[in-house]
Every structure is written in structure tokens, then in C-alpha cells.
């Protein structure tokens, strides 16, 4: 019987960094009796990813049952040699219920053993991580605690006890405060590898928010609404790839989480009998939670990165908006960074001129035609509805902050076909005259576009970042209903 190991995270437990190493060495590792799928090659480099399950996700939630035992037999065996396979992607760690089993199921039939890994890692220090991550990914500008989704251990505990019920004793929970002096060894050592003479990993992947940065960039996202928390914070770091990045404790936080997590806690030391429990937090009592004080400096790296950006057609707009906000905000703090930031926004503020030129001279051209002798008239397109269902209920808080920076950027890629609003978004939905399990997410939303055909606006809506975390994009042509009767 073959055996497989499907690491799933949880989130901020060094999953990136695992997956870099093992794309790294997937060459030596399958020489080595165990295969990993080297599907994401750039990951190797050190850039942020899903790991090698990407495919095997999408598949599984789209219920392309024959893709995902096609996947789990031949893509990750690929060395007919070996019988070991390791998949690595947090993506797998907040999937449904019935899709847990359905993975075991296909692996019964094709007669594979599987075994789950999990790291998990001390609560707050785990839940400031990821705050900090939507600071860089999404729209974050809170402080830390001030709303309850910073502190929702609760979800993870629930992801484990979904793979707990179909898997039972194969699911290994690992401490991640005690594995990360070498989580690479640490991984090896579940799975049975000799890691002598492996490469080793020299750069840092996915590093956190300094308390300065993170005050910054959260003051950013103020005035962008995350559209551009992923460049900046990508600009940022990339200026001091390796410095530290400490835990910021506050007191009060602390305990909140002592007590929300108490009786999750124990069920998982419990179940998994850890060696050295996971604990609530790393507090020892000194460390203080004070803001920084933020001076002309704090906001040079950003204003280095206002001053390069081209944001392309696209998102020219929204640029233009923020270099406005930013030159104001900054007015009391440095004049000539202010003024330095007036002048990009003077010569934004022309090419969305000479933007709405072009647009208007390809209405004339393209978009209209006579109808009378008193003038013209504009001729539209077909109208088309895409409707969006997503649960973000599946997903860590982390997982969230990415797609939800990526949807922003798809969504400035639709705005100049949509009618009304790019998005609409929408809440308490109920199906009538259905059975309600007809879909497995709410519908969140939904978009009316003009274009030519129903081939454009597929290619189109295909891109819907929502696509690669589970959710369901539905494409129709908008016709009079009496027409259709």
C-alpha cells in the first residue's frame, strides 16, 4: 500500500518556508523514496505560495472526482519507484466536511494510506501573525483585538476536529513553538527522511510586519482599502528582507485569549497528546504593547514606493485617490515628501485624463451608430450577469486577507465593462423552490457586465480569484424573462 502525507498547516506555522525547502529539493527528495510534486517551481526562490496542492483543491471542490484520483495516483506519484508522497497547502486545512471524507475515500479505493500533519502554534502569537498578514494582504487598519475575528482560534479547532472524525489517530498535530527550531527536521522526521546533505533554505520566506511597519501600512490601508496592501508591503520588506520581527504583547489581549481558549486548548493537547502542550501564549509578563512613534521617516519606504508605481490603466484611479489622501495626511509631518507626491498625482491625474479621452473616442467609433437624423445614439452591448457564491467560513483568517487583496485587483479589471457598480454584494440569501443543499456556498454577490459575448465574459470572469479557494462563479446572459417564456 502506498503512503501518503498531506500537510495542511494551520496558518502562520512556517508552512511557506516548508514548501520552498521541499520544492527546493524535490529531485533529491524522490531519490530519496519520497516524492513531492514540484508544481509550484518558483517556490523554491522563496515566494509565497499554496504549495503543491493547488490543483488537488480546485479539483475537489469543483467535484472533479476523476481529476482527484487521477492527481493522487499519478501527479504526486510520479517516481514509480517510491510509495511515499507528501502534498503540503493550508488551501486543504478549511475544506468541508464532505470533501475530508471524500479524500479518504478516493485513497481507500486506490488503496492509499494517508496521514495528516498539522503544526500548531501558540494562540496569540498565531493570531497577531495573522493579523499582520492582512495588514500586508488586505484591507486591515485596525489595532490588534479591536475586532472579534483577531481572535478565533475556535475556526482551527474546527478544521482539526473535521479531520479527526474521518481520520482519527492518523491525524499528527505537531507544536509548532517547539518544531520551528528545525521545522524542516521536524517535518522529516514524520514522514521518515534523511535530510544529509539536502539544500538548505537561505532565504527568509514570508516575513512579518516590524510594530513600525505595521503601523504604517495599516494607516495605508486607511486610504487605499487594501487595492494596494500586497505592492506596498511587498516593497517594504523587500528593503529589509531579514530583519527581526517580534511578538507585540498587550496585557489585557493576552488574557482574553487565556480565556476563550482554555477548553479548544485541552482538546487538543488531549486528543493529539502533545509532549509539550501548546499553550494559550509566550507572554512572560514584560514585553509592552505601546505604539511607536511614527516620525518622517516611518513613512519614507512608502513614499519610495508611491513615487515608482505605475499602476497602469487599471487601477490609475485608485492610485490617483491615494496619492491625494497620502499628500494631505503627510502635509504635517514632511513637506517636501507632501509636495513630492502632489507632483506624481499631477501627472496621474493626466494620463486618467488622457484615459477618458480614449475611452470617449472609442465610444464614438466602436460603441455607436445613427438612428435618426437628429443625432446618434449608443448601441450596448449584451448584458451578462456573473453571480458569486463564496463561504468565507472555509477559510483562515490569513486565507482571507489574500483573496481577498487578489479579488480587489480582479475586480478593477471588470470596472470598465460593469453596469452600476464592478460588485454588488449581498447577504441573507435563501433559495426557494430548492432544496437548500442545492449549493454548498451563499451567494455573496453579483456583477452586470456589458460585453460582446459569452466567450469574453467567461475568459473573463475564469480569472475570479474566488475560483482557487472554493468558491462558485456563475456566468448568465440577462434577457427579459417574458422573453424566455
Same mark, same amino acid.
Given at each position: ?185 521536524? $517535518?522529516? %522526521? /514524520?514522514?521518515?527522511? *534523511?535530510?544529509?546533505? &539536502? ?5 527568509? !520566506?514570508? #516575513?512579518? +510586519? ?119 495626511? $503627510?502635509? %504635517? /509631518?514632511?513637506?517636501? *515628501?507632501?509636495?513630492? &507626491? ?5 501627472? !496621474?491625474? #493626466?494620463? +486618467? ?133
Amino acid at each position: 500500500m502506498k503512503k501518503l502525507f498531506l500537510h495542511i498547516g494551520l496558518g502562520k506555522t512556517g508552512s511557506s518556508a516548508l514548501q520552498s525547502w521541499l520544492s527546493l529539493n524535490s529531485a533529491a527528495l524522490s531519490q530519496r523514496g519520497v516524492d513531492y510534486a514540484d508544481l509550484v517551481p518558483h517556490a523554491k526562490t522563496g515566494e509565497v505560495s499554496s504549495g503543491n496542492g493547488y490543483d488537488l483543491q480546485r479539483a475537489l471542490i469543483g467535484h472533479d472526482f476523476e481529476e482527484v484520483e487521477r492527481l493522487l495516483t499519478s501527479t504526486y506519484f510520479f517516481n514509480p519507484k517510491n510509495d511515499v508522497a507528501l502534498i503540503s497547502c493550508e488551501l486543504f486545512q478549511g475544506i468541508r466536511a464532505p470533501f475530508v471524507q471524500k479524500i479518504h475515500d478516493i485513497c481507500a479505493k486506490c488503496e492509499i494510506d494517508v496521514t495528516i500533519i498539522v503544526y500548531i502554534r501558540s494562540v496569540y502569537e498565531q493570531q497577531y501573525s495573522s493579523y499582520l498578514q492582512g495588514i500586508k494582504r488586505s484591507s486591515i487598519a485596525h489595532r490588534f483585538g479591536e475586532m472579534s475575528s483577531d481572535i478565533a482560534f475556535h475556526r482551527s479547532v474546527e478544521y482539526l476536529r473535521r479531520y479527526v472524525r474521518v481520520f482519527g489517530d492518523k491525524v499528527i498535530a505537531v507544536n509548532y513553538d517547539i518544531a520551528k527550531k528545525d521545522i524542516y527536521a521536524s $517535518l522529516a %522526521d /514524520i514522514i521518515g527522511l *534523511d535530510t544529509t546533505g &539536502l539544500k538548505k533554505l537561505e532565504k527568509k !520566506v514570508n #516575513r512579518s +510586519l516590524t510594530l513600525e511597519e505595521a503601523e504604517v501600512l495599516r494607516r495605508m490601508n486607511r486610504f487605499h482599502g487594501g487595492v494596494f496592501a500586497t505592492t506596498i508591503s511587498d516593497f517594504v520588506i523587500a528593503l529589509s528582507p531579514n530583519i527581526e520581527t517580534p511578538i507585540v504583547y498587550d496585557r489585557g489581549l493576552v488574557q482574553r485569549v487565556r480565556d476563550a481558549t482554555e477548553e479548544d486548548l485541552l482538546w487538543v493537547n488531549q486528543q493529539f497528546n502533545i509532549p509539550v502542550p501548546v499553550a494559550s501564549d509566550n507572554y512572560d509578563g514584560h514585553s509592552s504593547a505601546e505604539p511607536p512613534v511614527l516620525t518622517a521617516d516611518s513613512y519614507k519606504p512608502v513614499v519610495q514606493w508611491a513615487l515608482a508605481f505605475d499602476p497602469g490603466k487599471a487601477l490609475r484611479a485608485d492610485f490617483a485617490d491615494f496619492l491625494q489622501q497620502f499628500a494631505v495626511f $503627510l502635509e %504635517d /509631518i514632511s513637506v517636501a *515628501d507632501a509636495q513630492a &507626491l502632489e507632483g506624481r498625482l499631477e501627472r !496621474v491625474r #493626466r494620463e +486618467l485624463e488622457k484615459d477618458q479621452k480614449d475611452s470617449a473616442a472609442e465610444t464614438v467609433t466602436g460603441s455607436e451608430q445613427p438612428t435618426s437624423a437628429a443625432g446618434k445614439t449608443r448601441v450596448r452591448k449584451p448584458a451578462h450577469i456573473i453571480t458569486y457564491f463564496y463561504d468565507s467560513d472555509t477559510l483562515s483568517s490569513e486565507q482571507q486577507a489574500h483573496v481577498g487583496a487578489r479579488f480587489k485587483d480582479w475586480q478593477s479589471c471588470i470596472e470598465k465593462h460593469a453596469v452600476g457598480s464592478a460588485v454588488n454584494g449581498v447577504v441573507t440569501t435563501r433559495l426557494l423552490g430548492a432544496d437548500e443543499s442545492a449549493r454548498e456556498a451563499p451567494m455573496t454577490g453579483y456583477s452586470l457586465l456589458e460585453l460582446d459575448d459569452m466567450d469574453a465574459v467567461l475568459s473573463l470572469a475564469g480569472k475570479c480569484p474566488l475560483l482557487e479557494v472554493g468558491g462558485v462563479v456563475e456566468v448568465s446572459r440577462a434577457v427579459n424573462l417574458l422573453d424566455m417564456w
